[in-house]
């Protein structure tokens, strides 16, 4: 079984905010941290160098590969907020039709900042993909 390269670290979340070289990624950062930590009531977990998540979660996708991860979390990178769902787009993209602008990747959800989209309806997606199943199996 392969493992993944990133993995859960005791690296400070708050350290890493903190040291954010743009003042609004710092912003919107304490803001995701905030409303992933209170919609998750976990806490939240450095995982590799740049990402922060929240609620471990052990996927197996169709094909035989497993691993563990977490539901949902974000990375403050260079370019745009990018935001980690494990429950995928298809459960929420209605919210998506609602949320403003945005970018979607293969996995992630690509926000430049926060003040792009609805903050109520961004809530509502992050507590959908908190609530996804984990028992589901995923395609991959």
Not at 33 to 47: F, T
Request: proline content about 2%; some cysteine.
């Amino acid at each position: 079984m392969a493992v993944n390269k990133t993995q859960p670290t005791k690296a400070s979340v708050n350290d890493f905010i903190k040291a954010l070289e743009h003042e609004q990624k710092r912003k919107d950062s304490l803001v995701l941290l905030d409303m992933m930590q209170q919609i998750s009531a976990a806490k939240s977990v450095m995982w590799g160098d740049s990402i922060i998540g929240f609620v471990d979660y052990s996927y197996k996708y169709t094909s035989g590969r497993e691993g563990d991860w977490f539901k949902v979390g974000f990375s403050p990178r260079k370019q745009s907020l990018t935001l980690y769902l494990m429950c995928g787009f298809k459960p929420v993209q209605s919210l998506l039709d609602q949320l403003g602008k945005y970018k979607l990747g293969k996995g992630c959800l690509y926000i430049n900042k926060l003040a792009d989209v609805d903050l109520v309806v961004l809530k509502h997606i992050l507590e959908v993909a908190v609530s996804f199943n984990s028992s589901n199996q995923t395609s991959g």
